[in-house]
C-alpha cells in the first residue's frame, strides 16, 4: 500500500485550515483575552490536541479506547516529576528516584522523558491489545485506565497518591502550546493519508476483508496505538506543564468521557471532526458550568444541578449516536469540502 | 496458615464468588447473543441499591423490598436496551460502546441530583447479621444466604436456558443470531428478553451487594461492571458456564491474595486483578472456555 | 399454475458492491425450479435476499400475492417460505432433537408440532438414532438432513436450498437429492434450488434458470436446459464469469 495521493492533498488542505484555527486563537490569547479567558483558551487548544491524539488511534481503527488517558496522565506525572525541582519533591513525593528528583528539568528534557516513558508503556501494553478481539478491546482498555489511576493514586510516595503534584513549573506559553498543537494536528493527518493509516482504516471497515487482502491486523492496529500514544505523551506532558497542579482525578472518567464525547460528536474519524467536537462541548460545558452553581433568569430560580454538565453531554451523545452515528463529520476532513462536492455525510 | 483459617477464607470465596458468578452471567447473557459488552450493565446495581435503601427507609422489610429492587433492575436493563443498543442496531459496533456508557453516566448524574452525591446506607435486620461459628471459623448468616440464593438462581436459569422454548431460543442465538431468525424467531424479542435475563441477574446480585456492603453511593456500579468484566473475560467470553467458573476463580484470586499479599500491597489488590485479566487476554484471548470440538462436514 | 414466488428487477448486494444487477424469476406452486451458475455468480445472494437475510436495493418479490421484499427474515418463515442456508448452519451445541423443535418455533399448534416431531424422526431413522446428539458431532450428509428437516418443521409452503450438496461425499450427495424429490412428492413443496452440481440439479427439476454475473441469461424446463449444456460447459470453465 502508499500514501493516498488524494488523502495527502485533502490532509493538506485541513492543515491550512485548522493551523489557521489554532493559530487564530493563540493570537487572540496573547493580545486580547484576560487571564481566566486566556486559561480556558490554552486549555481548549492542548485538550483539542489530545482529542486529535486519541482519534488517531479511535478514529482510524475503529476501536473505543479509554486507555489513552492512561498515557496522558503517565507523560503528565513523568514530566510533572522531572521538572519539579528537589526542594518541593522532598516533602510531597519522598520515593522518587534521586536521578529524576535532581533533574528540575527544562521543556524539551521533561517531555523527552514524558515521551520515552509513554513509549515503553504504550509499547507493553500495546501488543496484548492488538492481538485481541474487538469485542473486548474496549473493556479491556478501561480496566488498563483502572489499572493506573489505581496505581498513580496509590503510589503516594512517588506521585503524591490523591493530592496530586502542584506547583509545577510553568514552562509552556502560548506559543508551544501552539506549536503542540500544529505538530499533533500534522502528525494526524499525515497518519490518516499513509499506508499504515489507510491499512488500519481497511481493517476498521472489514477485518476479514483486510486479511484476505494481506493485511497484517494486529500490526496496523500497534501501530496505530503506538503513535497515538506518542502524540498524547506530547500533548499530556505540555499539558501538565502549562496546568502547573493535577491530581489523579483528572484522568479518570470524567475527562474520559469528555474527550470521547468529543470525538463522536464530531466524527470519529475525522481530525477536522475532533477540533470541531472539542470546540462544541468545550463550550457547552463553559455555558453550563455556570448553572451548575444555581442562577436566575428573569424571576426563574434554577436551583443548584450539579453534574449538570456531563448529563448534558451524555445526552447530546446519545441523540447524535442515533441520529448520525458517525458524529457530525464522520469520516470527512475540512479540506474535503469543496464548492459542488459535497459528499454523503457521516458513515454507516 | 491453620485449616480453620483456610476454611475461613474458602468460605469467603465461596460467598464472594457467588456474587461475582451471578455479575458475570448477567452480562455474559447479553454478550452471547449480541457479542456485545453493556457498559451501563453496573448501574443495574446501583438502580437496585437505591431502590432498596429506599424502601428499606420507608420502613419496608427487607424481604419485601428485595424483590421490588430486583424488578428495578431488569427495567434499568431493558432501559439500556431501548435507549442505547435498539437505536443503534445498524450503527458500528463502536457507537454502543459510547451510548451503553453515556446511560451509565446519566444515571450517576441523575442519582447524585435527584438523591444525593452522598453515600446513602441501608440497614440490614437483625437476623441476617448473626453470625453461625462453627470450630472457630465464622459463618455469617448473610453469606450463606448469598451462597443458597446464588445456586438457585443459577439452577432456574439453567432451567430457562435448557427447558424452555424461549431459552433455546437464546441459546440458539448465542451461537448463531442469523439462522435463529431464519426459524421465526424474532430479533427484537430474543434480545428484550436477554436483556431481561441479565437485569435479573444483575438485579439478584445487587440486593446481596447492597445488603453486603451497607451503603450505596452513584458511582457504585463501575465496581461490578469490572468484576464482571474480568469474570467473563477469564472464562471464555461468551461462555456461560465460563462467566460462571471465572467469577468464582476471581474470587478466590481477590481473597488470597489479600490473604498472603504484605499490608502494603493489598490496595492494590483490584490493580492486580486487572494486570491478570490483561495478561491472560494476551496469552489466551479465548480465556479459559474449553474449545467445543466440531465437525466441519 | 398458480405463481407461488414472484421476483422481478431485483438488485441487491452487500454494501457498495452489487452483485444482483436486476433479476427476475417465478416459481409456479408444486414446481421444483433449480438455480444455477458458476461460483459468485450471485445464486446465494438471490437466496438470501428473497428469505430477508440480505435487503434488495431495488426490485420486488412477492410471495403467494404479499410483497415480502421489505420484510424481516423471521416474519418471510412465518408466511411459509423457509432457507436452508448454504453450508447448512445447524447449531452445533444443541442437540438433533433442539435443532428440530428450533425449526418449529414460530408455530403455535403445541400438539401437531409434536406428531411432526415424531413422524420427521420416524422418516430419518439416521437422525433418530442421534437425536440426542449435538449437531456439531454429525457428518455432513446428517447435517444437510437435519437441516432439510429442521426447515420442514416450519411447516412451509415453500423451501429454497442453497448449495445443499456442497462438500458432500457423492454417495450422501444422492441421498440428499433423494430428499429433495420427497418433498415435492410427499410434503407437497414448492422448492427453489441453488445448486452446482448441474446433472444432480436437472435431474430433480421441472425447471431452471442460468445466473450468469448477477443476471439471468437462460432459463427454461430441464429438458431444454440439458440441450443447452455447452452454454452452462461454458459458465463454469470461465467465459464471461473470470
Not at chain 1, 29 to 43: C, K
Not at chain 1, 52 to 77: D, E, M, P, R, T
Not at chain 1, 162 to 190: E, K, Q, R, S
Not at chain 2, 106 to 113: G, P, S
Request: aromatic share 8%; charged share 15%.
Amino acid at each position: 500500500m502508499n500514501w493516498s495521493r488524494r488523502r495527502l492533498a485533502e490532509s493538506g488542505r485541513t492543515f491550512v485550515v485548522l493551523g489557521l484555527v489554532f493559530t487564530v486563537i493563540a493570537v487572540v490569547i496573547e493580545t486580547v483575552l484576560g487571564r481566566s479567558d486566556s486559561r480556558i483558551a490554552t486549555e481548549f487548544m492542548l485538550v483539542t490536541s489530545m482529542v486529535i491524539a486519541i482519534q488517531v488511534y479511535v478514529g482510524n481503527s475503529g476501536l473505543v479506547s479509554f486507555g489513552h488517558i492512561a498515557f496522558f496522565a503517565i507523560a503528565a506525572y513523568v514530566a510533572g516529576l522531572a521538572a519539579l525541582p528537589p526542594e518541593r519533591l522532598a516533602s510531597i513525593a519522598p520515593d522518587v528516584p534521586a536521578w529524576l528528583a535532581n533533574m528540575e528539568a527544562s521543556l524539551p528534557v521533561a517531555v523527552g522523558l514524558a515521551l520515552i516513558a509513554v513509549v515503553i508503556f504504550a509499547g507493553f501494553t500495546g501488543v496484548p491489545f492488538a492481538r485481541m478481539k474487538a469485542s473486548v478491546v474496549s473493556a479491556a482498555t478501561l480496566a488498563l485506565l483502572v489499572l493506573v489511576h489505581s496505581v498513580i493514586n496509590l503510589w503516594s510516595g512517588v506521585t503524591h497518591g490523591p493530592l496530586g503534584l502542584v506547583n509545577v513549573p510553568d514552562l509552556v506559553n502560548t506559543w508551544v502550546v501552539l506549536g503542540t498543537c500544529l505538530i499533533i494536528t500534522a502528525a494526524a493527518l499525515l497518519f490518516r493519508a499513509s499506508p499504515w493509516g489507510l491499512r488500519l482504516q481497511a481493517v476498521r471497515e472489514d477485518e476479514v476483508a483486510a486479511a484476505a487482502l494481506g493485511i497484517p491486523i494486529a500490526r496496523s492496529r500497534f501501530t496505530g496505538w503506538m503513535v497515538s500514544a506518542v502524540l498524547m505523551g506530547l500533548g499530556g506532558s505540555v499539558w501538565a506543564l502549562n496546568a502547573m497542579a493535577f491530581a489523579p482525578a483528572q484522568f479518570y472518567f470524567t475527562d474520559t468521557f469528555a474527550m470521547l464525547s468529543m470525538l463522536v460528536i464530531g466524527g470519529l474519524g475525522s481530525v477536522t471532526g475532533a477540533v470541531l467536537g472539542a470546540a462544541i462541548v468545550t463550550v457547552l460545558s463553559e455555558l453550563l458550568r455556570n448553572l451548575e452553581g444555581g442562577i436566575v433568569i428573569g424571576g426563574f430560580e434554577i436551583p443548584e444541578l450539579p453534574g449538570i454538565v456531563q448529563m448534558a453531554t451524555a445526552v447530546l451523545i446519545l441523540l447524535i449516536l442515533i441520529w448520525r452515528p458517525g458524529g457530525l463529520l464522520g469520516n470527512e476532513e475540512a479540506g474535503a469540502f469543496r464548492v459542488g462536492n459535497v459528499k454523503g455525510w457521516g458513515k454507516r | 496458615m491453620t485449616a480453620q483459617l483456610l476454611i475461613q477464607q474458602l468460605f469467603n470465596a465461596l460467598s464472594i464468588g457467588s456474587i461475582y458468578a451471578l455479575l458475570a452471567l448477567g452480562l455474559a447473557v447479553v454478550f452471547s447473543v449480541l457479542g456485545l459488552l453493556n457498559f451501563a450493565y453496573g448501574e443495574i446495581i446501583t438502580v437496585t441499591s437505591y431502590t432498596m435503601v429506599l424502601l428499606v427507609s420507608m420502613g419496608v422489610p427487607l424481604l419485601a423490598a428485595a424483590p421490588v429492587g430486583v424488578i428495578a433492575g431488569i427495567l434499568m436493563s431493558v432501559f439500556t436496551e431501548a435507549v442505547a443498543f435498539r437505536p443503534l442496531r445498524r450503527a458500528p459496533a463502536y457507537a454502543v460502546v459510547f451510548s451503553s456508557f453515556a446511560v451509565s453516566l446519566l444515571v450517576q448524574a441523575f442519582i447524585r441530583n435527584v438523591v444525593s452525591p452522598r453515600p446513602q446506607g441501608l440497614a440490614v435486620p437483625a437476623w441476617l447479621d448473626q453470625v453461625i461459628t462453627i470450630g472457630g471459623v465464622r459463618f455469617p448468616a448473610l453469606s450463606l444466604v448469598t451462597i443458597a440464593i446464588a445456586v438457585l438462581s443459577m439452577i432456574a436459569l439453567t432451567a430457562l436456558l435448557q427447558k424452555s422454548k424461549h431459552g433455546l431460543a437464546m441459546r440458539a442465538a448465542a451461537e448463531d443470531f442469523q439462522t435463529t431468525r431464519l426459524m421465526g424467531a424474532k430479533a427484537g424479542r430474543l434480545i428484550l428478553l436477554a436483556f431481561a435475563v441479565s437485569g435479573t441477574l444483575a438485579g439478584i446480585a445487587g440486593v446481596l451487594w447492597i445488603a453486603k456492603t451497607g451503603s450505596a453511593t452513584p458511582d457504585m456500579g463501575f465496581n461490578p461492571l469490572l468484576q464482571a468484566f474480568v469474570a467473563v473475560v477469564l472464562g471464555g467470553m461468551g461462555s456461560l458456564r465460563g462467566a460462571v467458573a471465572g467469577g468464582f476463580a476471581l474470587a478466590f484470586v481477590e481473597v488470597g491474595l489479600q490473604v498472603f499479599l504484605p499490608r502494603d500491597f493489598v490496595p492494590y489488590v483490584q490493580a492486580i486483578s486487572l494486570l491478570v485479566v490483561i495478561i491472560v487476554l494476551y496469552v489466551r484471548p479465548q480465556g479459559f472456555a474449553r474449545r467445543v470440538e466440531e465437525r466441519v462436514a | 399454475m398458480t405463481i407461488l414466488l414472484e421476483v422481478r428487477d431485483l438488485e441487491a448486494g452487500y454494501g457498495p458492491v452489487r452483485v444482483l444487477h436486476g433479476v427476475s424469476l417465478d416459481v409456479n406452486k408444486g414446481e421444483v425450479v433449480a438455480i444455477l451458475g458458476a461460483n459468485g455468480a450471485g445464486k446465494s445472494t438471490l437466496m438470501t435476499a428473497i428469505s430477508g437475510l440480505v435487503r434488495p436495493t431495488a426490485g420486488s418479490i412477492r410471495f403467494r400475492d404479499t410483497t415480502i421484499s421489505s420484510l424481516a427474515t423471521e416474519q418471510i418463515t412465518r408466511l411459509g417460505l423457509t432457507l436452508v442456508p448454504e453450508g447448512r448452519r445447524v447449531f452445533a451445541k444443541l442437540t438433533v432433537l433442539e435443532n428440530l423443535k428450533m425449526g418449529a418455533y414460530a408455530r403455535r399448534d403445541r400438539a401437531r408440532i409434536a406428531t411432526d416431531l415424531d413422524s420427521m424422526l420416524e422418516r430419518f431413522p439416521v437422525l433418530a438414532e442421534r437425536r440426542a446428539q449435538r449437531a456439531g458431532t454429525l457428518s455432513g450428509g446428517e447435517q444437510q438432513q437435519l437441516a432439510i428437516c429442521r426447515a420442514l418443521m416450519s411447516s412451509p409452503s415453500c423451501i429454497l436450498l442453497d448449495e445443499p450438496s456442497l462438500g458432500l461425499a457423492p454417495v450422501m450427495v444422492d441421498r440428499v437429492f433423494d430428499v429433495v424429490a420427497q418433498l415435492r412428492e410427499r410434503d407437497g413443496l414448492t422448492v427453489v434450488l441453488v445448486e452446482q452440481s448441474i446433472a444432480n440439479a436437472l435431474e430433480v427439476a421441472d425447471r431452471a434458470y442460468l445466473v450468469s454475473n448477477g443476471r439471468i441469461t437462460s432459463s427454461g424446463t430441464s429438458a431444454q436446459m440439458v440441450d443447452a449444456a455447452r452454454e452452462l460447459e461454458a459458465a463454469y470453465l470461465g467465459g464471461d464469469d473470470a
